[in-house]
């Protein structure tokens, strides 16, 4: 009866709040489903894409699958009957669509509009959203969720726009290019590059992959689950044994950033197994082996997770050239060492810009500067989620919060939000707003530990192009981001009352 009570009081208190979300992926699903729960019916999901998703509407390349294990890369409050231990992308769109349908969140989206500026008005104590069909709406709080995988990353070669091939990115899929029996060129050997490169390889003609730097790559078996194992897996107690499990694992290398820094025993055994890994798959290449062995502590780029990339190099329909891609003519990519090698499909599987955060968004605090402007090329938040001078204003997925357990972290911070906005209503205020106290000693601490890691010694996507600090990690795993998220949403936030709105 006592957390019946507790639950009518959450659900009470958000009631009148309006709420915009920028973004319909698993964060923002997430937002949605905990701002329900609270009460809160006037909040509207923006999403760009045509359907829910995110990353995972977008992705559609051949073999594209989650490198979380899927009942760790699932919401705590959706059990779901996976098919194999990482799930697909279409299986991953199904999930959220489930997700949708359960919590009645349908209603609140709109598809194919954009969110292009928030200003905060100082005087309604709301946000100005514009958004791209040219409409304006006026909220209590915005909601980014747009994570940090939404902005591709173009290469951009001499003779691009002489090449007479066809060309685009994994995450803009063209399927009306049949690759059955061409001559395809992959540039990039990061993650999307490792789930791509098989399948192509399975039907092209000839594949020729581009690479500049080589990650440590150990298996991942992805075996689907027999229809016993699967039924079982998906229930309750089997499956939240099974999700703690991974956890486990997780947290076993994660809890105070064991394999995140060089040297450790975590990070020489992680290297040590994926060493001997890409020398078992590459048996009898030792150029190969040469060329795809990393020189670098485990963490020093994104470790792929695939079975089936590294054999595919043994293919006779497949050559790595150990360079970067550097220009193109009318038929034939062009590598740094001059070499032409002709290609009929050109894809790009050269990522994103994770460092860009809320690169399509302009966000107007209270002092009238945008959020870009204060952050001068160097992201940072209290948790990733809250900013000083831009009371209302919440991220998810936002700087420094990319780890193992991403849709816990999603859920962790989809609750900060309602807690934040709970202690608002309860003192009657208008707003609330990151002390700059709570800020600025978080990111001292944490800049403090990203020094120290692996992430700061390697050529990675990690790091912000204008200071070179780590932007996008999290060091510490899941419990302790848990713990911060849950016991510092409240005091870190300062309740504030606009001028017309004085208690």
């Not at 963490?299 to 550097?326: C, K, M, S, W």
């Amino acid at each position: 009866m006592e957390s019946e009570v507790q639950a009518l009081k959450a659900t009470e208190s958000l009631r009148g709040i309006s709420v915009a979300v920028v973004g319909g992926g698993f964060s923002g699903i997430a937002a949605g489903v905990y701002l329900r729960r609270a009460g809160c019916t006037d909040f509207v999901i923006f999403e760009s894409s045509a359907g829910a998703g995110g990353t995972w509407w977008d992705t559609r390349y051949p073999g594209a699958e989650v490198d979380t294990p899927s009942h760790l890369y699932s919401y705590s409050f959706k059990r779901h009957p996976w098919s194999r231990p990482f799930a697909g992308h279409e299986e991953l769109r199904g999930y959220l669509n489930e997700v949708i349908a359960e919590h009645e969140l349908k209603p609140h989206f709109r598809f194919g509009i954009e969110v292009q500026r928030a200003t905060w008005d100082e005087d309604r104590q709301q946000y100005l959203v514009e958004t791209s069909d040219g409409r304006a709406h006026h909220v209590h709080a915005v909601v980014t969720a747009v994570g940090m995988l939404n902005q591709p990353r173009h290469l951009q070669l001499d003779g691009m726009a002489d090449y007479e091939g066809r060309i685009f990115h994994t995450s803009r899929w063209d399927t009306s290019t049949d690759l059955t029996g061409k001559t395809v060129a992959v540039i990039g050997t990061g993650s999307t590059a490792a789930q791509l490169i098989p399948a192509v390889a399975a039907v092209a003609k000839q594949v020729t992959v581009f690479q500049r730097d080589p990650s440590w790559v150990e298996p991942k078996e992805n075996v689907p689950y027999s229809p016993k194992r699967r039924a079982l897996l998906s229930w309750g107690p089997i499956h939240r044994a099974e999700r703690l499990r991974r956890y486990y694992h997780g947290e076993r290398l994660w809890f105070g950033g064991r394999l995140i820094r060089p040297g450790t025993k975590a990070d020489e055994r992680a290297r040590r197994l994926s060493n001997h890994y890409i020398r078992a798959a590459l048996r009898g290449h030792p150029e190969l082996i040469e060329a795809m062995t990393p020189r670098i502590p485990y963490q020093g780029r994104r470790p792929i997770h695939a079975t089936g990339y590294l054999e595919a190099f043994t293919r006779d329909n497949v050559t790595l050239i150990p360079r970067a891609a550097v220009s193109m003519t009318p038929g034939a990519v062009v590598d740094s060492a001059g070499g032409e090698h002709e290609a009929d499909v050109v894809i790009m599987a050269t990522g994103f810009q994770p460092s860009n955060y809320l690169a399509r968004i302009e966000v107007v605090g209270r002092d009238g500067r945008t959020l870009h402007e204060q952050w001068a090329g160097e992201p940072q938040a209290f948790c990733g989620i809250t900013v000083p001078n831009f009371p209302n204003f919440f991220m998810l997925y936002g700087p420094n919060t990319n780890f193992y357990a991403l849709v816990h972290g999603f859920e962790s911070q989809a609750k900060f939000v309602v807690r934040s906005l709970q202690k608002m209503v309860s003192r009657q205020g208008t707003a609330i707003e990151c002390r700059p106290s709570f800020f600025t000693v978080f990111n001292e601490w944490l800049q403090e530990r990203l020094a120290k890691s692996s992430w700061a010694v390697g050529d990675n996507y990690f790091k912000s192009p204008v200071t070179g600090r780590v932007v996008t990690q999290w060091p510490d795993g899941a419990i302790v981001y848990g713990l911060m998220t849950r016991f510092l949403a409240r005091p870190s936030g300062r309740v504030t009352h606009g001028p017309r709105h004085q208690p």
